[in-house]
């Protein structure tokens, strides 16, 4: 190999192995390292073991590799052979072949009869539980927010209220005119798509109160990004309050949610317009009707939005930012 080509491929190499290093340290200090976040339900924890049982496997066969490699590399170097000189012929070694055909079978046995193990404890399903089971909540992925559906048919939006320790359901679906979604809450469960007119369930228990933050996991439109997905666990007496309330602020909740990600959360605009120029913010039955149907690159956000909450929106969005009064409800 010339000189100067050799040069350059050792400075790449370099620059390289120095760059890997200097990304590894940030990606082992965010989200707490290489672990999984702290789980609080029993799929989570499955999902962390397993993960942990996979990545000590690959861990292994990784170094074992990369030390076979360099040892090879060094070790077979070409000390200035001719390159065109024949290395000694092997054929066959017996031992060597049952060896690394053995090897590989009973690793992926192991991770298959793991994985088959902890199965059963990873709630995903495609079929609804019995009824009375457990608390089942409708999850619709919308572009781009998260629209949830209690018994009794109460609303809330992006964030999931879930009581604690109680066995809750999950229905996650889309709606038919929507596209693919995944709802993902790493520290309470997998990810789990929400397809139009399909339903999925995840089901599980929370085993701590707080509040866990997620992300849509599939990749839906200009604003996947923004699609952020929460569940706040409150203890389960809190819980059933809650749900007996009249829905508080779901005017506010809805445009922070559906609106906001392209109007800009003062409706100043962002990749949609402005809303405070906007003709259609202070004319309720226009603003009713382009949250029904959608106009150009704005999608039909409010379309099967029962009374109340397009009522809520279109009475906040009208309060905030009309100019001409208000004249919806809610
Ligand atoms: Cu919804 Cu990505």
Redo the contacts with the bound molecule.
Sequence with gaps: MPEPVRRKLAVSSWTMLALALVLAGPTLAGNGGVAPPDPVSGNAENVRELYWLVLGITGVIFLVVEAALILFVVRYRGRGRPRDAEGPQVVGHQRLELLWTAIPVVIVAVLAAAVFYKLPDIENRAEASAPGDYLRIRVE?R??YWRYVYPGGKVSVNEVRLPLGRKVELEITAPAFD?I??WWVPRLAGKMD?IPGKKNYIRFSANRAGLYEGQ??????AQ?AL?LASARVVPADEFDAWLRQPPESLGRQTFEAACAPCHGGNGQGLIGPSLRSSTVVGDAEALRSLLENGKGNMPAVGKDWDDTQLRALVGYVNRTFGRQGATGGG
């Design positions: 992925g572009q781009f596209v979604h995944s929400a849509c996991a599939e990749y839906c439109g996947h699609m």
